[in-house]
């Protein structure tokens, strides 16, 4: 055998792999293939934008409560108070579009495994819509109690809305 012809025994034998036997792009068991994209159904897409008209007004809810925080943080008792009526005016705007939202969001739109996190997530957003009357009439008043009320069912949105992601999902932002 002539040192030419030994050669590639001896790349074999080094652990150097010839062109030939490696595979680009790596097929077979070694791709994972994404499954394809389930398709939304006319009433999932309403619950979806139900709930994105439903999100504009929990964002006003957060909007009035960073004002109060700040306010408060300040000392100022006028600005305080002022804030605290800014934020009931901004609770009657947001039920306002929480309640639209939520009239799309059916959650029979879900089969069994995500019916109940959409289930979970109406109630919630109905518990910001009846809590917003309230908060519209006491914030100017008493704005410590109501943003403390407030901010729990906030949380509990959050919560929920995260939990109905995660099960149909999307990704949490």
């Known amino acids: ?3 030419l012809a030994a ?7 080094l652990g150097a792999t010839p062109a030939a036997t490696q595979q ?8 994972q293939v994404a499954p ?16 994105r008209t439903a999100g504009r007004g929990v964002a006003q809810l957060k909007d009035g409560l960073s004002r109060l925080a700040r ?8 600005q305080a108070r002022t804030a605290g009526k800014r934020l009931g005016g901004l609770c009657g705007a947001a039920r306002g579009f929480i309640v639209n939202g939520r009239a799309q969001m059916e959650p029979s739109a879900y089969d069994p495994p995500n019916r109940k996190p959409a289930y979970v997530l109406a109630i919630r957003l109905d518990s910001l819509a009846a809590y917003a009357p309230t908060c519209q009439r006491s914030a100017g008043k008493t704005p410590e109690p109501v943003a403390t009320e407030l901010l729990g069912r906030i949380r509990a949105y959050e919560s929920a809305l995260t939990a109905f992601r995660n099960a149909i999902g999307l990704p949490n932002r």
Do not use: E, N
């Open 71 to 78: 306010m408060q943080s300040a000392r100022d008792t006028l």
């Open 36 to 51: 394809p994209p389930v398709l939304a159904t006319p009433a999932q897409d309403r619950y979806v934008q139900g709930l």
């Open 7 to 13: 050669l590639p025994l001896l790349l074999g034998a």
């Open 24 to 31: 680009y792009p790596p097929t077979g068991d070694s791709v």
């Open 1 to 3: 055998m002539t040192p």
